[in-house]
T-cell receptor
Framework: DAGVTQSPTHLIKTRGQHVTLRCSPI?????VSWYQQVLGQGPQFIFQ???????GRGNFPDRFSARQFPNYSSELNVNALLLGDSALYLC?????????????FGPGTRLTVL | AQRVTQPEKLLSVFKGAPVELKCNYS??????LFWYVQYSRQRLQLLLR??SRESIKGFTADLNKGETSFHLKKPFAQEEDSAMYYC??????????FGGGTRVLVKP
């Protein structure tokens, strides 16, 4: 298993555009979480999905949305991009959505907004 | 509100010296604390969690609820310990709240 995979690796967008980031969890994992990591800071929780339902949402504006598909992969969408959205976006998968299951992180997608 | 504070951005130690990374948290419930590590050009990975009370790669961390701390310690640092370390607080639903991170540099 290649572990959690994310695409694309890097992305450059301009202000006002829309972006979609993709994540494939480890086989057998049903929960996916998204984090934003701004340069020099720790990751910040955006969303958690389990069995295609949103189970948690961080303090992010409605421009951020996500969904999980029947195969447990996930997409993170960001509309009306701002310069401040430039960050590394991390996806993490775990076996279940509850308790404190170990989360396995992907390599991230580096988003640059110009 | 949950909050994790790592007061040191950078810790520089010599090989063989002890290293301690500080982590303080704020949480009204029963905390679940973790240390994650990111080695150069690798992805973020779990180092240890307080509930397992085990030593990983010579590192230990004790949860002190009175001081709301979860400091990470290693008695003899090795060059391969050079990495970015994040303390994280877990809440229901797998939400992790991370600290700002501490970069550890172990000099030969």
């Amino acid at each position: 298993d290649a572990g959690v995979t994310q695409s694309p690796t890097h992305l450059i967008k301009t202000r006002g555009q829309h972006v979609t980031l993709r994540c494939s969890p480890i086989s057998g994992h049903k929960s996916v979480s998204w984090y934003q990591q701004v340069l020099g800071q720790g990751p910040q929780f955006i969303f958690q999905y389990y069995e295609k339902e949103e189970r948690g949402r961080g303090n992010f504006p409605d421009r951020f949305s996500a969904r999980q598909f029947p195969n447990y992969s996930s997409e993170l969408n960001v509309n009306a991009l701002l310069l401040g959205d430039s960050a590394l976006y991390l996806c993490a998968s775990s076996q279940t959505g509850g308790g404190y299951n170990e989360q396995f992180f992907g390599p991230g997608t580096r988003l640059t907004v110009l | 509100a949950q909050r994790v504070t790592q007061p040191e951005k950078l810790l520089s130690v010599f090989k063989g010296a002890p290293v301690e990374l500080k982590c303080n948290y704020s949480y009204s419930g029963s905390p679940e604390l973790f240390w994650y590590v990111q080695y150069s050009r690798q992805r973020l990975q779990l180092l240890l969690r307080h509930i397992s009370r085990e030593s990983i790669k010579g590192f230990t961390a004790d949860l002190n609820k009175g001081e709301t701390s979860f400091h990470l310690k290693k008695p003899f640092a090795q060059e391969e310990d050079s990495a970015m370390y994040y303390c994280a607080l877990g809440a229901a639903g797998n939400k992790l709240t991370f600290g700002g991170g501490t970069r550890v540099l172990v000099k030969p």
